[in-house]
């Protein structure tokens, strides 16, 4: 019994330990964000390398989430001859919650993994203490780029998921299923506004923001080798993941609560 609760207790000391770790980043972090010089040349870099290299993944994930979300409405739907709700449904369920959930975890698995092995790897060749050694902060030359290119670009990335998601649903319901054109884009545009995209942006900016800054802390703090590399590559994807998908309720509840319009 003794044993269990020194083994909970020191749990609970590393945990506490970690999140104080990554907040006093996290304060670093907006330090420097607003400090010169602006390195917009690495800025672009890290948009490209974020968002536009990961359009692919995105299309293909939004694709196919369409299409299968599509399929299983229609199944279910036609119990109720309600098949005209197919669009809408697709579309609101997309907007607010598949959308910016799916798209931070497919950034999070492509380039939050990536950015934790490069920061990793120039951590353990001591890269980053000749950086100091040359009077350049790392945070302010590692991190501030790719944590800004996170905040904006995942929600672009977030539009394009939905747009290429609607696209699906539509090949599914009207070209498969052969549903009529009409209804589908009626229902769409009638019960899908602009508040809801709105509101997935909001959220899709929180994940971008802390997908980002998550995989540069662990990056940052890697230890012990290639080992520690992978290890750190390996812990900001949980994390990261972990972190958008407990975050996602909490930001429901509060647009649900202060943008009850959304």
Request: charged share 15%; proline share 3%.
């Amino acid at each position: 019994m003794t044993q269990l609760i020194e083994t909970i207790g020191e749990l609970v000391r590393r945990t506490v330990q970690e999140v104080g770790r990554f907040f006093s980043f996290a304060l670093s972090f907006f330090r420097w964000l607003f400090v010169s010089p602006f390195r917009w040349s690495l800025l672009r870099q890290q948009m490209e390398f974020l968002g536009v290299q990961s359009f692919p993944v995105i299309a293909l994930t939004g694709l196919f989430t369409g299409m299968v979300f599509a399929l299983q409405t229609a199944y279910a739907f036609r119990l109720f001859n309600a098949e005209s709700l197919i669009g809408s449904t697709v579309g609101l369920a997309l907007s607010r919650e598949i959308g910016p959930v799916f798209t931070a975890l497919m950034v999070t698995a492509r380039a939050g993994s990536a950015m934790a092995a490069e920061i990793g790897s120039m951590r353990v060749t001591e890269q980053v203490d000749a950086l100091e050694s040359m009077a350049v902060n790392p945070v302010h030359y590692l991190v501030v780029p790719r944590v800004v290119a996170g905040f904006v670009m995942v929600p672009l990335l977030y539009g394009f998921f939905i747009f290429i998601g609607i696209i699906g649903s539509y090949f599914v319901a009207v070209s498969l299923l052969g549903l009529p054109e009409a209804p589908f884009f009626h229902k769409l545009y009638y019960y899908v506004d602009m508040d809801d995209i709105v509101g997935g942006m909001m959220k899709a900016s929180v994940f971008g923001l802390l997908l980002t800054l998550l995989s540069c802390h662990r990056g940052y703090r890697t230890s012990g080798g290639a080992q520690g590399v992978g290890r750190a590559t390996t812990q900001a994807v949980v994390i990261s993941s972990v972190v958008i998908l407990v975050m996602d309720y909490f930001l429901t509840a509060w647009i649900l609560e202060f943008f009850p319009e959304f």
